[in-house]
């Protein structure tokens, strides 16, 4: 049991962790490079991050869609079983989220580049760790999502596979059995 709590306190810690130092790279890595809003093909950039993160949302909602049809496979009983749902729940609000944030902030953007600016400064700062941020938890909520998928996948191949009797001797001793149940 204190393995499953730690490894739980790992998998928060790591999930909030990575995103945030991400953001902080990209913008170290803008001043840096001394990267602003003036940089020609900014708002083609903004265009390109407006309609990611619009895909991105709608891969979301057509996964949470998925996700409530495999409430009791595997993997979601195994998440359940191990207090993991919480962490799991957070990491798919926080990469909507996210989604959501750099969609606005990028909108808002593409207005404040035709307003120079301390504010414009400021705002490409905030949107350029939004930008880190989005795109590490958007990787990290497609691979959970895909595990998932995977994982559900394979676990009902697996259970195929081992439900179907392979001999005429199997087939009439689980018809036997299923008859007996009754």
Request: aromatic share 12%.
């Amino acid at each position: 049991m204190c393995g499953v709590n730690f490894m739980k306190r790992i998998i928060t810690i790591t999930s909030l962790l990575i995103p945030l130092i991400v953001g902080v790279i990209f913008v170290i890595l803008k001043c840096t490079f001394k990267l602003s809003y003036n940089l020609l093909g900014f708002s083609s950039v903004l265009e390109s991050i407006i309609t990611f993160a619009s895909i991105i949302i709608g891969f979301y909602t057509a996964m949470y869609g998925v996700l409530l049809t495999l409430k009791d496979s595997d993997i979601m009983i195994s998440f359940r079983e191990n207090k993991l749902m919480g962490i799991l729940k957070f990491q798919l609000y926080d990469s909507l989220i996210a989604s959501f944030m750099i969609l606005i902030l990028s909108i808002l953007l593409q207005v404040l580049v035709k307003y120079p600016g301390e504010f414009t400064s400021i705002a490409t700062n905030v949107w350029t760790f939004v930008s880190g941020y989005f795109i590490s938890t958007s990787f990290r909520a497609i691979l959970l999502l895909l595990r998932i998928m995977f994982n559900s996948d394979d676990q009902s191949k697996n259970h195929h596979i081992e439900d179907e009797p392979s001999t005429e001797e199997e087939r009439n001793a689980r018809y036997k059995r299923l008859n007996s149940d009754k």
